[in-house]
Nanobody
Framework: QVQLVESGGGLVQAGGSLKLSCAAS????????MAWFRQAPGKEREFVAA????????RVDDSVKGRFTISRDYAKNTAYLQMNSLKPEDTAVYYC????????????????????WGQGTQVTVSS
């Protein structure tokens, strides 16, 4: 089991930046692929970014490519999502997710590929 707690959300003007953090409990963090998803009102949850268990491979959705970066810090048991050049359409609740399968090759782009979820953090981008 792993518990995930997101932080760093808030209200920001278009063009601004935020850095989301996902703190994981336990020693299993380093064995799991991690991801960020988001869900806007009235829309389905969508993939944003993922990072492999080793940190050697990352992927971001085309909608945020060049603006968002995913990373992880094993010493702090924390995953991050750096968000730059934010747009109003980035407004959503952002969720951190952990795969739950040890040393998985690669990562999933769908929410059913992750077994553990945080409670979410709201990001609001004003125009």
């Amino acid at each position: 089991q792993v518990q995930l707690v997101e932080s760093g959300g808030g209200l920001v003007q278009a063009g601004g930046s935020l850095k989301l953090s996902c703190a994981a409990s336990g020693s299993t963090f380093r064995r799991y692929a991690m991801a960020w998803f988001r869900q806007a009102p009235g829309k389905e949850r969508e993939f944003v970014a993922a990072i492999s268990w080793s940190g050697g491979s990352t992927r971001v959705d085309d909608s945020v490519k060049g603006r968002f970066t995913i990373s992880r810090d094993y010493a702090k048991n924390t995953a991050y999502l750096q968000m730059n050049s934010l747009k109003p359409e980035d407004t959503a609740v952002y969720y951190c997710a952990a795969d739950g399968r040890d040393y998985r090759v690669g990562y999933s782009y769908t929410s059913d590929g992750y077994n553990f979820w945080g409670q979410g953090t709201q990001v609001t981008v004003s125009s």
